[in-house]
């Protein structure tokens, strides 16, 4: 059984050696070395590849073939993971598929098994454990020669056209180019399949009794009140954008928590959480001991909670599927919104030339237009985490900014209209 920890699994470098993010130069230049390492050890490991994957699909044939509609999917990422299952789940919610994947360390085993027309096959290699992209590239590049010899009659589609597209008219800074790019994820009408391609999504029963027999037996009385989940991320990357989501000092939260156990609610932890800042507290529960693979619990969590305090990040799509209110804090980019126009944003705080700019300024005027569109390079710019009062009145007030945004963002699309104003006066309660 997986243990229950928090420790994020990263892709570029080992973990033992994670401190050299701090020297970039290095990073990268290591990034590239063990990139190349894979590349080699692949092509040295490919004949037993190729034969494992073969014994694969001459194991599973009979029960791959019963449906017409047959696909491959991988990613490492847990968002794109969610949003790719639930696109093909709705836009084949009338038939059954065949999908076949390999698990990366960020995504969640158990979401294929809570989608009813969805029948997952799981290629689990015996060389290659799924650490990095290289790794996922060669699998799929193999079954997908393959699925079209062994199932040259059904209709074998490629799970990425789903929804990722050459361009679009959205627009966003890409950092390779280091240039203001379309968009090549299409994702303006989401909202709208998730409200018309109806589809049967839950946990199997049988994990969900598995799941709530284990946390009784470590808190008898967790299930009295309802629950509220703070699933709190730390930066992760020297990617831009995975560098600047970050949830700031989590103590911040502080006093978000103790309102919601006043108001009558249970609070949980998760993600990159850090429990022992709240653990103390009559009401908030440390479920990072419970004897469950994290990966179950995880997902049940986010399937029951009432409410979703979190930044930008992967776990939001499936609380927007499944209705649950989102509260977003310290969100960038600014193009981005959520796939639930009621949810809340608090965007992070901003800096231009030493001087604090409203998100009215960002949206509204030229010389920041770039920055908008997520453009970091100008080193102007500053962002800065929310205040405890910031935070804590984002949840709990409705003060709101009104603002008009660019038809090439997405968030334009989605029509998030709840954007928070950085208010750090004391809310009375």
Known sequence: MAKNNRKFDNFDISPT??????????????????????????????????????????????????????SIFYHWSFGHQIMTID???????????????FIYPRNNRYLYFCYGNI??????????????????????????ILLKIFFYSKNIFNSENIYIKEKTNLRYYNANTKKID????????????????????????????????EIVNKYEDFFHKPFVLFLLRTRRSLEPYDNARDSGSQIKYLKAIK??????YNVVGSGETK???????????????????????????????????????GPLILTNILGIENIIINSFPFF??????????????????????TIDEIYKKDEHKNFRYGDLSDKNYKLEECSENEIYNAIFSDDYYKLNFPKDMLIYHTKNHKICKHNDDWLRE
């Open 182 to 213: 379309f968009y090549t994820t299409n994702t303006i009408g989401y909202q709208n399949l998730i409200k018309t391609n109806k589809t049967k999504i839950q946990i199997p029963t049988d994990l969900i009794n598995k799941v709530e027999n």
């Open 275 to 313: 429990d022992n800042l709240f653990k103390d507290l009559k009401g908030y529960y440390d479920l990072s001991e419970v004897n469950l693979d994290k990966y179950i619990l995880n997902l049940y969590l986010l399937f029951n909670s009432k409410k979703l305090i979190c930044q930008h990040s």
């Open 17 to 70: 050696i994670s401190f050299v993010k701090n020297f970039p130069r290095i990073y990268y230049f290591l990034s590239k070395f063990v990139y190349f390492v894979n590349l080699v050890t692949i092509l040295i490991l490919l004949p037993p590849i190729i034969l494992e994957i073969l014994i694969f699909l001459l194991k599973k044939y009979q029960k791959i073939k019963i449906n017409k509609n047959i």
């Open 336 to 357: 981005l919104g959520s796939y639930n126009s009621e949810d809340k944003i608090l965007f992070v705080k901003v800096k231009y030339r030493n001087k604090d700019i």
């Open 259 to 264: 309102r919601f156990i006043k108001e009558g």
């Open 87 to 101: 696109h093909i789940s709705r836009i084949y919610n009338s038939e059954n598929i065949s999908l076949i994947t």
């Open 119 to 144: 029948d997952t096959f799981i290629f689990e290699s015996i060389f290659l454990k799924n650490k990095y992209k290289i790794h996922g590239d060669i699998q799929k590049y193999i079954f997908s």
